[in-house]
């Protein structure tokens, strides 16, 4: 495996532990233990995943979360809890996946892993506080599912064809990019909208 493709999966999974940390975890663990995802040597570091006692507990974190993102205003605490948690663990498994053997190879992978987890994730945020202000729940359930499914297939394609984890990194990054920008812009105009000039005075 080249170093391009091993960065385009540290990228990827950084990247969506923003969205979805214990199922990143979770999913990541199941199919290395069903054969899914035989890893390279190389990646033989993210054995720790498959560990029962690991894919137990990230099971026990992925269900709530799974749970606390359908329910509105919920899944924004959860966000702003987890502002820390989600880079803290974006950049442990990309540590987990760039070549051990190079310390400043792996400072590199800790610093951008958590960069690219704390982006996705204050993508995510964003963009779930704009839902949010929706009056009804299914956009909020919507949004929520779809990010569980594309989640769980964007890994699997990541470990299984990791020739185009770069490009699903690129995509996931401008993705990112694309909500952050489209929620500041959405709430800039809402308070824009809010702040009326007051009526000229009569007479």
């Known amino acids: 495996m080249g170093i391009m493709e091993i960065i385009g999966i540290a990228g990827s999974v950084s990247l969506l532990a923003g969205w979805r940390l214990y199922l990143s975890i979770f999913a990541t663990g ?16 993210l054995d720790i995943l498959a560990n029962p006692w690991i894919m137990g507990i990230a099971a026990v974190a992925a269900l709530a979360e799974f749970f606390a993102d359908k329910v509105m205003w919920l899944d924004s605490a959860w966000d702003a809890v987890h502002t820390f948690v989600r880079p803290i663990g974006g950049a442990l498994l990309a540590l987990a996946i760039i070549d051990p053997a190079d310390p400043a190879t792996q400072v590199v992978a800790f610093l951008l892993g958590g960069g690219a987890a ?11 506080g704009v839902v949010n202000a929706s009056p009804e729940p299914v956009s909020n359930i919507a949004v929520s ?52 000039a007051p009526p000229p005075p009569s007479g």
């Open 30 to 45: 199941l199919a290395m233990r069903l054969g899914a995802i035989p890893l390279p040597e190389h990646l033989q570091s």
């Open 118 to 128: 704390l982006t996705a994730h204050a993508g995510k945020a964003g963009a779930r």
């Open 145 to 196: 599912s779809v990010e569980d499914v594309a989640t769980a297939g964007l890994l699997y394609l990541a470990y299984e064809y990791p020739y185009v984890a770069g490009g699903i990194a690129l995509v996931l990054l401008g993705l990112t990019v694309w909500l952050i920008l489209t929620a500041r812009r959405i709430i800039r105009s809402f308070f824009n909208g809010g702040a009326k």
